[in-house]
């Protein structure tokens, strides 16, 4: 049994952790404080550590650069795909749950999709959309290159294997007799789904849209292959500031800490279900 | 007659409905949408990537240009490139060493805060942060860190007396400095996920082998890393499958320069599929490091997620 005193080990224990914690927080931290700081003392060496706030390159990022602009590109772009692959794949994670759908070689077909290397999903992907984006169908649906309709589907693509694995572990988590007696009073098999099961695992569902959300916020393979300016995104726009005649660090920080601020703030909204999100529901964090 | 009609009318109503669809096949009918959208926009790019790898594709060339079918060539000449290898042996050493730092770090971590004992739902959260800020961002954020001349890292190594390095510039640091930008995002996906493994470790075990009085080594040795094991494989495959096809912070530091030293396979495939244009050789050296991938993925997730499942289901 553990002591209650306090032992140097302890102290020693905690002076490596919070070392390491100061290291590891350091580059946010630097970029933050980048973001407020007067350009000229961006360039000083060795560099400063105090000085006064300025805002100028927020406005910067967002006059010059069309920030906003690509903020609801990235907003349009993953709440679009977030909302269909959780509609197709809380249905078929149910299945895989309830009905063991497949046996399940069908459940790991599909995780074997989502560990594909993107780059080679994407090369076709270029001149599939290149293609599309010249007939009447695509432009309706806003396919082709430099379209959102193009990078909807590939986030849904590759967020779709995941969300089917996150929702099955919650899924799993459901009592069934609940459903049997819902059965027993007369629920059709899809009226449980509704009724009894979705408000259920409403949480874990919100989970894995938050992780979805999140995971579309900062991709970027593929918006920066198959995006130029309309549908260009965040994380693609950060990159705005690497110009021909040099990077302009003060704006490219505001933007990076736009890009990187409401992410890091739905990842600590997600602590909870974080280690389970990240292993694809395997390990119950 | 009260108590019989109630159940009686139930029963029925569930039989007949039973008869329009078995439960087999209503799964069938729910995984179906899910399906559709992976086999189109899946399936169908993998085969088209099959479709010009088989033929010779330029870009460059115009759009009337024809897609001439040339067989196996581009496989042939995908398995005798230099650079290819040379590219995808990068990768391998990139995703060797800094999966090996990021599991030693991450595991000795996820010990020490275990053993905590203030702040450790606090200090938790916070290792979170760079997980969750896009690689591609604070990629162009280290790259001002890294920065020869007005970098807070080489102000740093100056301070303790040390000589400044061109971080990104010169070929033989370049790689170790985008491994030391890997190692500092992804230590705390190791570090979390071994930390949620150390807290769900059954108690009996530990506490006979103290009964016995086993060293704190045996024990380790005995128990902790035997029962941690399944948790670790599975972050270091899903580590090992990411580090493999690393492209953002390449794509926003050094552009896989200086010369090639920090072009990793997903970067040089870019480079010559869509830089060069050359998208049949592309295809064809995409879709064998694909069959790696999903080789080595298929196999040992398999048995993993299996194993991992399994258990939580009897939890």
């Known amino acids: 049994m553990r002591s209650k005193k306090i032992t140097a080990i302890d102290i020693m224990r905690m002076s490596i952790v919070i070392a390491i914690l100061i290291i590891t927080l350091f580059p946010i931290y630097w970029m933050i404080t980048t973001s407020v700081k007067p350009t000229d003392i961006i360039l000083m060496t060795p560099p400063a550590f105090f000085f006064q706030p300025t805002f100028e390159h927020y406005k910067y990022a967002f006059e010059q650069a069309n920030f906003a602009h690509y903020i609801s590109n990235t907003l349009i772009v993953a709440l679009g795909s977030t909302f269909i692959v959780i509609v197709c794949g809380s249905l078929a994670s149910y299945a895989f749950a309830r009905y063991n759908t497949g046996g399940g070689n069908l459940m790991f077909f599909i995780l074997t999709t989502r560990m594909m290397p993107a780059i080679a999903v994407v090369m076709p992907f270029f001149v599939i959309f290149r293609t599309a984006g010249n007939t009447a169908i695509g432009q309706f649906l806003q396919l082709g290159l430099d379209r959102l309709g193009t990078l909807i589907v590939c986030y849904t693509i590759f967020n779709l294997p995941f969300a089917i694995w996150l929702m099955h572990s919650f899924f799993q988590d459901i009592p069934t007799e609940l459903e049997d007696a819902a059965r027993l009073d007369g629920y059709s098999r899809f009226k449980v789904f509704i009724k009894v099961v979705l408000p259920l695992a409403a949480p874990g569902i919100a989970v894995t849209a938050i992780f979805c959300l999140l995971f579309s916020w900062n991709e970027f393979l593929f918006a920066s292959i198959l995006t130029r300016d309309v549908a260009r995104t965040i994380t693609v726009g950060v990159g705005d500031f690497w110009t021909q005649r040099g990077i302009l660090w003060g704006p490219l920080s505001a933007a990076a800490t736009v890009c990187v601020a409401p992410m890091i703030l739905f990842a600590l909204l997600l602590q909870r279900w974080i280690v389970r999100g990240l292993t694809f529901g395997a390990v119950r964090g | ?315």
């Open chain 2, 1 to 315: 007659m009260k108590k019989m009609d109630y159940p009686m009318i139930d029963l029925t109503d569930i039989r007949k409905r039973k008869k329009i669809m078995s439960d087999g096949a209503y799964g069938i009918l729910l995984v179906t949408p899910a399906l559709i959208v992976l086999f189109f926009f899946g399936l169908v790019p993998l085969f088209y990537a099959i479709n010009l790898s088989l033929r010779h594709v330029d870009l460059t060339a115009g759009p009337a240009a024809k897609w001439q079918f040339v067989g196996l060539n581009n496989f042939r000449f995908a398995l005798n490139s230099d650079v290819f290898f040379a590219a995808s042996a990068r990768t391998a050493f990139f995703a060797v060493v800094s999966v090996s730092i990021q599991m030693v770090l991450g595991i000795s971590l996820a010990f020490l805060i275990n053993q905590l004992r203030w702040f450790k739902g606090i200090i938790r959260a916070l290792f979170l942060l760079p997980l969750a800020s896009a690689p591609a961002a604070v990629g162009m954020i280290w790259r001002y860190l890294y920065d020869a001349d007005f970098g807070v890292y080489n102000a740093a190594l100056q301070a303790i007396g040390l000589q400044p390095l061109n971080w990104l510039g010169d070929s033989n640091v370049a790689l170790f400095s985008i491994i030391i930008f890997d190692v500092w995002q992804w230590t705390p996906f190791v570090l979390l996920i071994t930390l949620a493994g150390l807290q769900s470790l059954p108690k009996e075990p530990f506490e006979a082998a103290e009964l016995d009085g086993a060293s704190t080594f045996k024990v380790l040795r005995r128990l902790t890393f035997p029962l941690l094991s399944p948790v670790l494989i599975l972050v270091f495959v899903l580590r090992s499958i990411d580090a493999a096809r690393l492209y953002d912070p390449i794509a926003t530091t050094t552009r896989g320069g200086p010369g090639a030293v920090t072009e990793t396979i997903t970067y040089f495939l870019y480079r010559v599929g869509l830089k060069q244009f050359r998208l049949d050789q592309a295809s064809a050296m995409a879709l064998i490091i694909l069959f790696v991938i999903i080789v080595f993925a298929g196999f040992m997730l398999r048995r993993l997620m299996r194993q991992q499942s399994e258990r939580a289901r009897f939890n």
